[in-house]
């Protein structure tokens, strides 16, 4: 009796534990880069996952400022696969101002994902200067089963036309340069001055002597 009454309270113990370890909350998020040139052709943006368990699947719209992106394309990424599942999306639905991006996994086995990836990279052109919100709706990460994931979301912003290319130590090194050009220069002019001026000294001192 003592060693039922043991497996009994152990059972009841560990069952919660699994049930919070599925519905623990998720974090899907926008990670951009912090500025492109309005000249580029075309800037990635990755839809990343933190804490995810057993996830199977994911929906995901994408919105941004019309006027300075104009959403492309959405690829997926093998994150899902890597349990070892057959993963399937469809197109992504592209609006001028957003884009809907849809993938699931195939079957009840083996169980969904855990950890944290990449679930997808989005492709944005840039249309002119200006900073764009980058904002995520429509959410949802689900398990095999086809039950929510609970996840909370992280938004971002990309700016446009802000930045000239040039870090701080590509701008020390163009000023180092100029300043040992003009080094070179100046030593070029004091040379030939000199050597004038020799020259000059030569011809009065044979006209001296003549």
Partial sequence: KLILTIAVLLAAATAPQRTHSQDQQATIKIVAPGSVRASVDHVEVRIDVENARNL???????????????PVSAEKTSFLTESGREILCPGPTIEPAAIRYTCVT????????????TLAIVTLKPLAKGTSPLTL?????????GSELPSLTVDDKLKVGGSSGWGTSQRVMLAAAAAVLLLLLLGAFVWRRRKRLARQDQSSFTNDVT
């Fill in 106 to 117: 195939l079957r009840d086995s083996p169980p969904g994902v855990d950890g944290s990836g």
């Fill in 137 to 145: 709706s429509r959410v949802k990460l689900a398990h095999p089963d």
């Fill in 56 to 70: 199977a699947g994911f929906q995901f719209v994408l919105s941004v400022d019309s006027e300075l992106l104009r």
